[in-house]
């Protein structure tokens, strides 16, 4: 395992439409975390996961935005009725909590997002 | 609010110069503290992090301190080479919540 993906790196689409993005995390890490990044700033947190409970969502993550990890693996950041405001890069961030993990987050590559 | 701050936004440096970024934040209640660096259009890679108890770390040419009291963090990096270039993110994870907050970063270009 090579590290952390994000599938697909680039999504153009149109407003109103709905985009799904998939992470996978290091394999043995059991939290799974996902951010998004605009130009210039920082990445700011939108939710994250301790195996397949989501256990703290950001104000930011808005009723148009769900993110699941079904069985404690891959997770999957859906955004429904697409804004040009949600262009952005998603990140995606795995680390390992408690058995010998630090807690240390490593990034995917991202998936960057463009509403036309 | 947990609030990071990194100043100057942008930094040119000539090669071979040794250089300090700037790290601070307004919650001294932090659990760890994690210096990125991102190259434009990527994710980020994670350098050093450095646990509450703890002052310092260092990878290679970099070393990076932190002064929980003050609210700061510095990275240093030595002899500084043009692959350096990019972005270096400062983020905090404050108490038992296990998201992190991050600076705007520092645009780091270093010339030939």
């Known amino acids: 395992d090579t590290g952390v993906s994000q599938d697909p790196r680039h999504k153009i689409t149109k407003r109103g439409q709905n985009v799904t993005f998939r992470c996978d995390p290091i394999s043995e890490h059991n939290r799974l975390y996902w951010y998004r990044q605009t130009l210039g700033q920082g990445p700011e947190f939108l939710t994250y996961?301790?195996?397949?409970?989501?256990?703290?969502k950001s104000r930011l993550l808005s009723d148009r935005f769900s993110a699941e990890r079904p069985k404690g693996s891959f997770s999957t950041l859906e955004i429904q009725r697409t804004e040009q405001g949600d262009s952005a890069m998603y990140l995606c961030?795995?680390?390992?909590?408690?058995?010998?993990?630090?807690?240390?987050?490593?990034f995917g590559p991202g998936t960057r997002l463009t509403v036309l | 609010k947990q609030e990071v701050t990194q100043i100057p936004a942008a930094l040119s440096v000539p090669e071979g110069e040794n250089l300090v970024l700037n790290c601070s934040f307004t919650d001294s209640a932090i659990y760890n503290l994690q210096w990125f660096r991102q190259d434009p259009g990527k994710g980020l890679t994670s350098l050093l992090l450095?646990?509450?108890?703890?002052r310092e770390q260092t990878s290679g040419r970099l070393n990076a301190s932190l002064d929980k009291s003050s609210g700061r963090s510095t990275l240093y990096i030595a002899a500084s080479q043009p692959g350096d270039s990019a972005t270096y993110l400062c983020?905090?994870?404050?108490?038992?919540?296990?998201?992190?907050?991050f600076g705007k970063g520092i645009t780091l270009s270093v010339r030939p």
């Open positions: 983020a905090v994870r404050t108490g038992a919540n296990s998201k992190l907050t």
């Open positions: 961030a795995s680390s390992l909590m408690g058995r010998g993990g630090t807690d240390t987050q490593y």
């Open positions: 996961f301790q195996n397949e409970a989501q256990l703290e």
């Open positions: 450095i646990q509450s108890s703890q």
